[in-house]
């Protein structure tokens, strides 16, 4: 595998050859710190500008392209890490020796087709298209109900702090939504293009060489950005923690439990929370959470712990009967304070190890993995998979015990069902 | 070990039938560092209903064993389970119950030798006791309350319980609470002597791997193992009715856009001397071309805001061809009838063809990365059809556009249900 990075003084190519993959992937990424009130219109933006351009005028034309291109496909979406949003734009396609003479550059040409010619007339973007995404939009935000735990946990992080970046709907508001028009969105299209740093990450068994004069050649923006972007988010510690309960049509009821990390240094964000995290509750059928709720007391079927790195922030799920709640706040406590005292094996600690890594391995086999590999080596100085393996096997027992003292609680939520 | 090379892909899967009735395929890419197994049992939610030779009648289980049995194979004994196990190996392990099978899987980077040998011994040695079952039901109880919050499964069920009279993917994999509540040891048991039988099994190995090591491995851990005769267990035929079970039905869910589904149920002996597969490759071309990204209608559609989304699917069972609509929109009972009219005049040109014979080329080659697909594949494939098609490259290449046209001549649309999720109603 070799990685290199092209500075095309407006924004940085990287590459990375590798024959592993029979496909190709390539993301245009533009970030920029987030701001509530620009989600949604950024959010219309990407879909807006996947969904036609000048020379496809509508979806449909790009689907037929994509398809004599190979099956290609290419999708816009934007994701908020901590406290920054991403825009991102991800084409995959076949390796040229597939495909017929020319593929690499028709292929390669298609985003940056789509970004730099947008269907835009009279500075407004085509009306068609905008309505059509429109309506998806307003439909996604309508359906976050549908999905239990998804709605519990954004109510949850709502309710602990609505001003937290943590707390955002990424698919975003219909008060916003209401108000952004046609050339609203061609000032937000300008905004992404002149302010948001950009990169661009291919990945292949492809001509390095070739690819980025190709690049160079399609993709000509002229703005220098030169700008921090800050990832982490500062989630306030509560002295006493929220404890709430809401209701909605459902047959199961779900428990959200928040807790603050508080203060941790970069050797526990990059490693030990981790190691931390699966001990109690995200290492599948083993962990604690697992053994005292599902396996010892047949309380529910899911139950699991999340950490949020660029939150601060570590959550626990589970879907259970409401009637039950107090008793898994019990074990939920009895876990975490076994942690603090240091009840856990040298093996859990060493099968913890073994998992992240094995994690590691398999993040490699994919082209999205060996991309983020890079990318968060870029965005946060994140060491590289080998480094993190070694870095994983030095952590200590008192490592883990000392993060366990820093996880703070700062709400309960219970998504309950009507009563039955 | 035999081999079957994959036409035009420059790829080969490894095969061996061992004495016991275990069928072992494999495919290795060694580019990747992982590897992924999986153990299939043909045993699935719908199959409740069975005899072996020389029983009186058929032995009758709740709705739900097969999933039921899933969740408690993992039980090994001294308070132990398989977890325990892969856990300290690193591995990560699962378990799912489709309607027709049973799947054990492992994936995982290192100690190839113990992961293999263990997913074998765990599945084929049952431990089941009173206690662990009665703690497993509160577990699964959650999981089918679980699968209720979503409306997906709603619809997927409703729907079912529209088309079919008597077909059992009408009744949920896992059973209702009330069937998991009454399941009892000796019907866990008895599934599992009749069912769990190497000869009724396929392993499935893709990734970094040797096989020549793999086969011996397995063997080895074959031999160890004594099994009785295979029983060679009959499952009661059902006789599903052409006719549908309810034209239309209204469902209240938690939905804000109201989710419509209709489905067409038709003979599979219309379509004439087409094999599973091919009928199975038009079907999809032919549906993708109408109601996918590439269609017409559905770009109309968007346009005129009458609807948010529209997919097409068909499925093909083994008297029955069934073809599923479905739509997001505020308009149910305007866009029902557009949707049917479209059913009667279905479209596919030379050019959608061709394009369509590229797509899926390409499919065939970009699939091969991923290994879990790659396996997940053969598995569909020894499922449905009991064997590997060796030659989807000539079958993609020589598509016809006379046979597209025939089959869209066929395809009736006489019988069919619509579902529709609606919005709870305000009390």
Redesign the interface.
């Known amino acids: 595998m070799e990685y290199k990075v092209y500075d095309c003084d407006s924004y940085k190519i990287h590459t990375i050859k590798t024959?592993?993959?029979?496909?190709c992937s390539m993301e245009i990424m533009f970030r920029n710190n987030l701001i509530k009130e620009e989600i949604t219109e950024n959010n219309m933006l990407v879909d807006m500008l996947m969904h036609s351009s000048k020379k496809y005028p509508?979806?449909?034309d790009i689907?037929?392209e994509l398809?004599?291109l190979?099956?290609s496909s290419v999708r816009g979406f934007s994701t908020r890490l901590g406290n920054s949003i991403m825009l991102s734009f991800v084409l995959d396609f076949?390796n040229p020796r597939?495909c017929d003479e020319g593929y690499l550059e028709e292929v390669i040409s298609l985003p940056f087709e789509l970004l730099l010619n947008p269907n835009v007339d009279n500075l407004e973007f085509d009306r068609?298209s905008f309505?059509?995404i429109k309506?998806?939009i307003k439909?996604d935000i309508?359906?976050l109900?549908?999905?239990?735990s998804r709605y519990a946990f954004r109510r949850s992080l709502t309710l602990m702090d609505k001003d937290s970046p943590s707390s955002y709907y990424m698919t975003g508001y219909l008060s916003d939504l209401e108000n952004i028009t046609p050339s609203s969105l061609v000032d937000t299209y300008h905004r992404m293009l002149n302010d948001y740093i950009c990169d661009i990450y291919i990945i292949g068994n492809l001509d390095m060489d070739k690819v980025v004069q190709l690049i160079k050649d399609k993709f000509k923006i002229k703005t220098i950005k030169d700008y921090k972007v800050n990832l982490y988010v500062d989630n306030k510690i509560r002295k006493k923690n929220l404890d709430i309960c809401e209701t909605?049509?459902?047959?199961?009821d779900s428990l959200v439990m928040i807790y603050n990390l508080d203060n941790l240094n970069k050797k526990e964000r990059d490693y030990v929370i981790q190691l931390y995290n699966i001990i109690l509750g995200s290492?599948?059928?083993?962990s604690k959470l697992y053994k005292y709720l599902?396996?010892e007391?047949?309380?529910?079927?899911?139950v699991s712990s999340m950490y949020q790195k660029y939150d601060g922030l570590l959550l626990i799920y589970s879907?259970?009967?409401k009637k039950d709640k107090n008793k898994c706040l019990k074990l939920i406590n009895k876990a975490l304070q076994e942690m603090i005292n240091g009840d856990f094996t040298d093996?859990e600690l060493d099968?913890a190890k073994?998992?992240v890594?094995?994690?590691i391995?398999?993040s490699?086999?994919?082209n999205g993995g060996i991309i983020n590999n890079y990318l968060f080596n870029e965005l946060d100085n994140l060491p590289l998979y080998d480094e993190r393996v070694k870095e994983f096997k030095k952590i200590s027992k008192k490592d883990v015990i000392e993060v366990a003292k820093k996880v703070k609680l700062n709400t309960i939520y219970l998504l309950s069902g009507e009563d039955k | 070990m035999q081999e079957i090379v994959l036409n035009g892909i420059d790829e080969k899967v490894l095969y061996e039938v061992l004495d016991n009735g275990l069928s072992v395929y494999m495919l290795v890419n060694e580019k990747v560092n992982n590897f992924y197994m999986t153990l299939s049992v043909k045993y699935g939610s719908i199959d409740t209903e069975f005899k072996c030779k020389g029983d009186k009648g058929f032995t009758k289980v709740h709705n739900g064993v097969a999933h039921f049995l899933e969740h408690v194979n993992f039980n090994e004994g001294e308070g132990k389970t398989a977890h325990d196990y892969f856990n300290k190996l690193g591995s990560s392990i699962n378990a799912f119950t489709t309607f027709d099978f049973t799947l054990y899987e492992v994936f995982a980077s290192s100690e190839f030798t113990k992961n293999l040998n263990h997913l074998l011994d765990y599945v084929e040695t049952p431990y089941f006791t009173k206690e662990l079952i009665e703690k497993e039901k509160g577990i699964i109880c959650e999981e089918v309350k679980m699968g209720k919050n979503n409306p997906g499964q709603k619809l997927y069920y409703g729907m079912n319980n529209a088309l079919f009279k008597k077909d059992k993917r009408r009744n949920l994999v896992t059973g209702e609470v009330k069937d998991v509540s009454e399941t009892s040891v000796w019907e866990l048991e008895k599934v599992y002597d009749t069912f769990y039988h190497p000869a009724n099994m396929y392993l499935v190995i893709t990734g970094n791997f040797n096989p020549y090591e793999a086969i011996g491995i397995i063997k080895e851990n074959q031999a160890n193992k004594k099994f009785s005769k295979f029983k060679m267990p009959i499952r009661k035929k059902v006789k599903e009715p052409i006719a549908v079970n309810i034209e239309y039905q209204e469902i209240e869910a938690n939905v804000e856009i109201p989710k419509v589904k209709i489905c067409y149920k038709m003979p599979k002996s219309i379509f004439g001397d087409y094999t599973q597969i091919e009928l199975s490759i038009y079907l999809s071309i032919i549906l993708r071309n109408n109601f996918g990204a590439t269609s017409l209608l559905k770009e109309d559609l968007m346009e005129k805001e009458l609807i948010v989304g529209l997919r097409a699917g068909r499925e093909i069972f083994q008297d029955v061809v069934t073809i599923e609509l479905l739509v997001e929109t505020k308009y149910p009972k305007e866009i029902i009838p557009i949707l049917k009219e479209k059913m009667n005049n279905l479209l596919l040109s030379k050019d959608d063809l061709k394009r369509r014979i590229r797509c899926n080329i390409a499919a065939l080659i970009n699939d091969l990365d991923d290994i879990e697909f790659v396996n997940t594949d053969i598995v569909d494939q020894l499922i449905t059809y009991g064997k590997i098609e060796d030659n989807m490259y000539d079958l993609y290449r020589n598509l016809e556009l006379d046979k597209v046209n025939d089959i869209i001549k066929k395809i009736d649309t006489t019988h069919n249900s619509t579902v529709v999720l609606i919005p709870f109603k305000e009390k």
């Open positions: 024959d592993k993959f029979k496909n509508k979806r449909r689907a037929i398809e004599n190979y099956s076949l597939y068609r309505n059509i309506n998806r439909s309508e359906s109900k549908e999905n239990a909605g049509n459902y047959e199961q290492g599948g059928l083993t599902r396996e007391n047949s309380l529910c079927y899911i879907g259970i009967d093996e099968n073994k998992a890594i094995s994690s391995k398999m490699e086999d994919t």
